[in-house]
């Protein structure tokens, strides 16, 4: 079973494209919900009450594998897809460099690479605290204009992104 967690929540909406108004939480929550009904593996989507009692409500569910749906934003000019990995986690950075791959062919974004994060760092505490490998994706800048049209623009693409890695880790 793959757990996917939508990033943010309803209260705390992430990060948000200012002249759209779309945020992070809207964007991943319409992604995750079409991307479980889509799979044909055993998943569940996992929603944040806390971040800190995150890994635990995950943990809870037994999950083989773990990802967290995110969206970067910094400056509206900031462009481009990364997948974060806990440093240790050899499944992780497998993870992350299959996911990288197939979101950056499909947005045509830059590729911004799989970052190592430890636990101190943005993400890190999740990352860390999950028993099952986790990555954290952030396939574009929600608050770019051109990224979040490429995201919208692809979204069968991308959903099928998703889809095509998510079997292809559960094969690792």
């Known amino acids: 079973m793959i757990a996917l967690i939508v990033g943010h929540s309803k209260k ?3 990060a948000s494209n200012k002249n759209g108004g779309e945020t992070e ?9 079409s991307l ?5 593996v055993e998943n569940t989507v996992v929603y944040r009450d806390t971040y800190k009692g995150l890994p635990d409500k995950v943990n809870e569910l037994n999950p083989s594998n773990i990802i967290s749906f995110h969206c970067n934003a910094f400056n509206t000019r900031a462009s481009g897809s990364e997948v974060l990995y806990y440093n240790s986690s050899v499944k992780g950075k497998a993870m992350a460099s299959i996911l990288q791959t197939n979101i950056v062919k499909v947005l045509g974004l830059s590729d911004r690479g799989i970052k190592a994060k430890h636990s ?4 890190g505490y999740l990352l860390k605290y999950t028993k099952a490998p986790c990555i954290i994706v ?13 995201a919208n623009d692809s979204y069968t693409e991308l ?10 880790i559960i094969a690792i």
């Open 159 to 168: 959903l099928n992104a998703y889809i095509n890695s998510i079997n292809e």
């Open 138 to 150: 952030e396939p574009f800048f929600i608050d770019n204009d051109k990224d979040l049209q490429a």
């Open 25 to 33: 939480f809207e964007f991943n929550n319409n992604f995750v919900k």
């Open 36 to 40: 479980s009904e889509l799979l044909v």
């Open 12 to 14: 705390s909406r992430g």
């Open 120 to 123: 101190e760092d943005r993400g």
